[in-house]
């Protein structure tokens, strides 16, 4: 048996990859509103993500689905510093968080698992990161992780004990992260005071031992790039003397050529979701390919190609950066990365779509964790169900199966044992059995 999830501002999958990767978890529904990630996501998982969180029928269906693990990456652009920071105040994008809150409302998964940008941790002086957990923890009742109960019943926790960096799970990028891993209190009640409460910091032994993870930032490059991916000479000069002028003001500059002689750095920058935009943080020294005067002037770069061999970064190394290539989707039987883009995505929204999304590997560490949490605590049935009893007046077969991911000969032994034991008593017959606890 796999836990079902649903993919909320699904992206183009990463956050479901990676707790699919885990062999413990398969998707049940999905909702994703940018018509161009929901192409590559239906490319890639076969799965039709359009929906729109905010209304009505989503929620409706999602209810009636349910769900064992819910999972959201929801918007970063109010809360990232190098957006415009409105946080829950922006109109449309901020208040996304509110949305997740009745789905959880109205799902009452078993975990909740939600990704963003690492500004929401200090965002608007602390008040955004006290509005996510003080909602979790006092209004749905559920334990987040890295956060504890003080004396005076006030909420403690460390606004570190959120931020992961993709650089400590074996891929080559410089992205810290927030990260809030939740557990149904109303479920699991005391239990959640003896698991593990606080996140994986890097890989587990498991994907330690990966070949595809822990390569530098030279082992991810493209061995030959083509030339439109060099940069004018009038663009490099431009950003050269940029950055002369605001290293003179105090001030420092998105430009950086990773791997030349002042940084030799073995990780990127943070990729960005701009898109477009940001490229310039992340340029690579490498020798061009042989071309002839005629192709260096059909790209129609003003001034000609610069003579120092600085270009971008591509689409695939962007996705290498984040495991979607190269990692994610390698099928390990075949070594076949079965990862791509559709035809009808165009490369700009290529950049945005691995820029906007997350780093696979963290998340499968981070899913790998969830399931260590909760094969524990399933150890301990009997607390469980008499929560679930407590919450839904009476217990089914259906019901324990579901609540302890058990199979249907695992679940009869569990409940005849809890009979022969004076624990429990059953009404009815069949599949229609009821049973409660003998208080």
């Not at 690492?118 to 992780?145: A, F, M, P, W």
């Not at 927030?178 to 003896?194: Q, S, T």
């Not at 070594?335 to 779509?353: A, I, L, M, S, T």
């Not at 949490?373 to 008499?386: A, C, G, H, K």
């Amino acid at each position: 048996m796999k836990y079902k999830t649903i993919d909320l501002c699904a992206g183009i999958g990463g956050i479901r990859k990676g707790f699919e990767r885990t062999g413990h978890f398969e998707n049940g529904l999905s909702a994703e509103i940018d018509e161009y990630a929901a192409r590559t996501y239906m490319y890639n998982f076969g799965d039709d993500p359009r929906g729109d969180l905010t209304s009505q029928e989503f929620k409706r269906e999602a209810a009636a689905r349910g769900c064992d693990i819910l999972l959201a990456g929801f918007p970063c652009q109010p809360f990232s510093s190098q957006g415009n920071l409105e946080g829950f105040n922006d109109p449309t994008k901020g208040t996304i968080f509110f949305h997740l809150k009745q789905i959880i409302k109205g799902t009452r998964p078993k975990v909740v698992f939600l990704e963003n940008v690492q500004n929401i941790v200090s965002h608007d002086k602390g008040k955004t990161i006290r509005i996510i957990i003080d909602s979790l923890e006092k209004k749905l009742n559920y334990k987040v992780i890295g956060v504890a109960y003080g004396e005076d019943g006030k909420l403690i926790y460390n606004k570190s004990s959120f931020v992961r960096n993709t650089r400590d799970f074996g891929l080559p990028q410089n992205r810290p992260r927030a990260y809030f891993v939740a557990f149904d209190r109303e479920l699991y009640g005391d239990l959640l005071e003896h698991i593990e409460n606080t996140l994986p910091t890097g890989l587990n032994t498991r994907l330690m031992k990966n070949p595809n993870l822990n390569k530098s930032l030279e082992e991810i490059l493209e061995a030959e790039v083509p030339l439109r991916y060099y940069m004018s000479a009038t663009y490099l000069n431009t950003l050269e003397e940029h950055a002369k002028r605001q290293k003179k003001n105090g001030n420092g500059f998105g430009y950086y050529i990773l791997n030349d002689d002042v940084h030799k750095r073995t990780y990127a920058n943070t990729i960005m979701a701009t898109g477009g935009s940001g490229k310039e943080r992340n340029l690579i020294i490498q020798e061009m390919p042989e071309h002839t005067e005629e192709e260096e002037a059909l790209l129609r770069k003003k001034g000609g190609l610069n003579r120092k061999n600085v270009r971008i970064m591509t689409p695939t190394e962007w996705g290498r950066l984040q495991g979607f290539i190269g990692y994610g989707f390698v099928d390990e039987e075949t070594g076949e990365d079965q990862f791509n883009f559709p035809d009808n995505v165009p490369e700009g929204q290529r950049y945005k779509q691995f820029g906007n999304s997350v780093s696979i590997s963290v998340i499968e560490t981070m899913a790998d964790y969830i399931y260590e949490q909760l094969s524990f605590m399933n150890r301990n049935y009997e607390v469980i169900l008499r929560n679930l009893e407590k919450r839904e007046k009476c217990i089914t077969r259906r019901m324990v199966g579901e609540c302890l991911h058990m199979q249907p000969e695992r679940v009869s032994y569990i409940l005849r044992k809890m009979e022969n034991e004076g624990l429990i008593y059953s009404e009815g017959n069949g599949r229609a059995t009821k049973y409660h606890f003998i208080q």
